[in-house]
């Protein structure tokens, strides 16, 4: 008999991060557009970070910039 062991099921890494952005955006009373003017990004920018159908690259510097701005440590974005 072969036991086929299940596979965890896991969140995508850029997914829990948009949703964190997301929610810390909204925790802070800020737009999309608002957020995307705070850190000189575009709002289509924030828009497919956030999104759970995109996995829009992000860089380090980006994110740290983005943390910044909603005033949490960066490691926050990565909680589930």
């Known amino acids: 008999m072969v036991y086929i062991k299940e596979k ?3 969140r995508n890494i850029y997914t829990i991060v948009g949703k964190n952005i997301q929610k ?3 925790q802070k009373g800020l737009t999309g557009e608002d957020l995307a003017e705070l850190c000189n ?12 159908k995109v996995h829009a690259t992000i ?17 926050d974005f990565f909680e589930e």
Not at 59 to 75: N, P, R, V
């Open 24 to 26: 810390f955006r909204k």
């Open 8 to 10: 965890p099921k896991t």
């Open 59 to 75: 860089s380090i510097e980006t994110l740290k910039l983005i943390a910044d701005k909603l005033e949490i440590k960066l490691g």
């Open 41 to 52: 990004l575009s709002y289509g920018y924030i828009k497919n970070l956030e999104s759970s």
